[in-house]
Each structure stands twice: as structure tokens, then as C-alpha cells.
């Protein structure tokens, strides 16, 4: 196991570095002049955006820029913002916002997912299976936003259960209505996944023999059934996990969450290059460990599954 990690460790060196290098090629290759874009419709002064520019090495070749990139990422020292604001306090100061809507969006979609797919494959064709089926079918059906939409309004306008907006603060109150949002899709595909992967696992012949030998319903749907059927979801929710840490620009804009997908929308609004890269570079590495992390589920989840030594 050990070796398998250094091997997934190593090979995220050449993924992290070509990822960054395509980011930071692209958002500098955008058309237009985010200095003089300081300056509103009269621009800057020459001297002033050339200091400007020489401040953000802009004015230097492109691989140039990229190393000071690549230099102040391993020193945490991301640069500064058109705002003068240090990009690392931006990021620290709205991720951990990010990071408690997408554990309790992962939550919501992992926990109630799983448990209605498992019922609903080991009830296949009943009246609970079929009504969840067409559920999950809507909601995929329907816009994100939209239903965002609809919850603020019904739940957190009319009724009044829950905030409408997360303006006041990032309690777990007042995240419910963004998480239930953000997990609402997910826990559509999440059923659907582990529906399928419960009605194909019952005709294992590990199963059949499980329940030849005697052992209880109970312990074959919880050690056999649910077990290996949580491999594809596993998955599916390792890949989730990263895009959900990568923040909802919808579901934040929604409902005013001050969280990183809000701020990346603003600095690509503003022309904030620096902000920009910085962001969707912290987001890489996020999604590259939640990848990691999925992969080492597996053994776990499956005792038959080995690594290559």
C-alpha cells in the first residue's frame, strides 16, 4: 500500500504541473489588458501601468511569469490582488465557507443517496422504488438554480423554516438551503448509481452463498450487498467531492454565500488574473487529493482488490 501511494504521489507531480501551466497559458492569453482595465474608460497613465506591470512581472516572457507563479505557490505567497489584498488571505478567508457547504452537500447526498438506493434496488419495482425513480428523474430534470430558486423562496421566504440567504454568517442554519441545493442533483445520480449497483450484486454468487450458508438478510444486505456496491459510488463521489470544493458559482451567487466560487466569479468579472489562476490552481491540488483518496477507499471497501506492487 505504501509503495501504490508513492507511485499515485509521484504521478500527480506531472499532472499538477502540466494543469497549472495550461491554466496559467490561458487566462494570460484572454484578449484585452486587465492593467489598463484599472483604469476604466480613460486607462492608466504609461508610467503608472508600466510600474504596475513590472510589480506583476507581466512584463516579462511567458515562462518567466510562470515561474514566479510556480515560485510563490510553493511559497504560499500568491501575489496581490488589483484590490491590494494578499491572494492567499482571500482564499483562506472564504474557503473554509466552501469546504462546510460541500462536506454538508456530500453529506446530504452521500448518507440519503446510498440509503434510498439501497431500498429501492433491494425493493426494485415496488411503490417506494418507482416513486424515488421518477423523484430522481425531476430533479435531474430541473436547473440547479432553479431549484435554488424555488427552495428560498417556499422555505426561506413564505414559511420562514430556514434562511433564505447566507449574508448573516456560515452557520450550518444557514448553509442547509445552499447544501440541499448543491447535493439535490447528486443525490439524484447517487440513487441511480447505487440502485443499479445493489440489483446487479444480489445476483453474485458470493451472495447466493452467503445466503445458502445461513447467514441473516441483514448481514448479507450490510457486509456483502452494501459493500460491494459502494465501490461505483465511492467513485462518484470522490469526483463530486472535488468539484463540490471547488465551489457552486450558481448556489453561492444564489443565496449570497461568500465562498470561493463567489470570489472566483468576481475576479474573472474584475480581470483579476492573479486571482483567477491562484484560485482554480488551490482547486487542482484539492480535487488531485480527493482523487487519491478515493483510490485508497477501494482496498477497503473490497478486500479482493490488490494493488499492483
Request: proline share 4%; no cysteine.
Amino acid at each position: 500500500m505504501a509503495r501504490y501511494v508513492g507511485q499515485r504521489l509521484l504521478q500527480m507531480i506531472p499532472v499538477f504541473f502540466g494543469a497549472t501551466l495550461l491554466i496559467y497559458a490561458l487566462v494570460f492569453a484572454m484578449p484585452g489588458d486587465p492593467i489598463q482595465a484599472m483604469g476604466g474608460e480613460r486607462g492608466l497613465p504609461i508610467a503608472m501601468a508600466n510600474r504596475i506591470r513590472a510589480e506583476y512581472h507581466l512584463d516579462q516572457p511567458f515562462f518567466v511569469q510562470y515561474w514566479y507563479y510556480i515560485k510563490g505557490v510553493f511559497t504560499l505567497d500568491l501575489g496581490m490582488s488589483f484590490q491590494r489584498r494578499p491572494v492567499f488571505d482571500i482564499i483562506a478567508q472564504v474557503y473554509p465557507t466552501t469546504a462546510k457547504l460541500a462536506v454538508y452537500a456530500l453529506a446530504i447526498e452521500g448518507i440519503l443517496g446510498v440509503a434510498v438506493g439501497l431500498i429501492s434496488g433491494i425493493r426494485r419495482g415496488g411503490i417506494f422504488d418507482t416513486s424515488f425513480l421518477a423523484v430522481s428523474l425531476v430533479v435531474i430534470s430541473i436547473p440547479t438554480f432553479v431549484i435554488g430558486f424555488v427552495l428560498q423562496y417556499f422555505i426561506g421566504l413564505k414559511a420562514g423554516i430556514l434562511p433564505a440567504t447566507a449574508t448573516g454568517g456560515a452557520s450550518w442554519r444557514a448553509l442547509t438551503l445552499p447544501a440541499i441545493t448543491l447535493g439535490s442533483v447528486s443525490f439524484a445520480y447517487v440513487l441511480r448509481l447505487t440502485r443499479t449497483s445493489v440489483i446487479e450484486t444480489q445476483t453474485a454468487d458470493f451472495v447466493r452463498t452467503a445466503m445458502a450458508k445461513g447467514v441473516t438478510r441483514r448481514k448479507v444486505v450490510t457486509g456483502h450487498i452494501l459493500r460491494n456496491s459502494l465501490i461505483p459510488v465511492v467513485t462518484f463521489l470522490g469526483g463530486d467531492l472535488g468539484a463540490l470544493m471547488g465551489g457552486a458559482i450558481v448556489t453561492e451567487g444564489v443565496f449570497h454565500v461568500n465562498g470561493i466560487g463567489h470570489t472566483l466569479y468576481r475576479a474573472i468579472t474584475r480581470g483579476e488574473p492573479t486571482t483567477v489562476v491562484s484560485i482554480v490552481t488551490v482547486l487542482v491540488i484539492v480535487i488531485m487529493i480527493a482523487n487519491l483518496l478515493v483510490d485508497l477507499l477501494y482496498a477497503a471497501l473490497d478486500p479482493r482488490i490488490r494493488y499492483a506492487k
